[in-house]
């Protein structure tokens, strides 16, 4: 690695930890603190000891599938939907109350898997039929009532999916 290269990469990893991408910027940090540059390593260095810092507080502490249902929501309104889907998933698993499996239903669809999302919603309907009033009134769910696999589960139609 050149002195210019390794002063680039610095610079990257700077950026990356400024917009919050704290993960990407500790990687970064850690290939950044073994060039060429002794005061950019120790830079290095000490920037990536506080992406760990911030990566492990921000962190929370979930525990119960409520924990990770509300947690999954939180990340549902700031669209970090494939992040959601995996504490929706872990709340589901443990236990697939109807509210769980229609919010897995909106992350599924959101990331372009109708047949996932249909696959939840059904579960979801079949558990609370009240589900169907909730996602025909729903804004954040409006996108997916254009597929008919959904529209059929909403009507009533589905039987099986």
Do not use: W
């Not at 005061?39 to 599938?65: D, F, G, H, W």
């Amino acid at each position: 690695m050149t002195a210019k290269s390794h002063t680039e990469l610095f610079a990257k990893a700077v950026r990356c930890f400024s917009s919050g991408g704290y993960r990407e910027a500790a990687a970064l940090f850690a290939e950044a603190a073994s060039g060429p540059l002794m005061s950019v390593n120790e830079s290095a260095q000490m920037y990536r000891r506080m992406c760990l810092q911030r990566i492990e507080s921000s962190t929370p502490k979930l525990q119960s599938p409520e924990d990770y249902y509300n947690f999954g929501v939180s990340l549902i309104n700031v669209r970090r939907y494939r992040e959601a889907r995996e504490h929706l998933d872990a709340a589901v698993s443990q236990s697939p109350l109807p509210h769980y499996l229609y919010a897995l239903a909106l992350v599924e669809g959101m990331l372009g898997s109708v047949s996932g999302a249909a696959q939840q919603l059904h579960k979801a309907v079949q558990a609370d039929p009240g589900i169907r009033s909730l996602a025909r009134n729903d804004a954040d769910f409006a996108p997916l009532l254009e597929h008919a696999a959904i529209r059929d589960i909403l009507s009533g139609e589905a039987t099986t999916i």
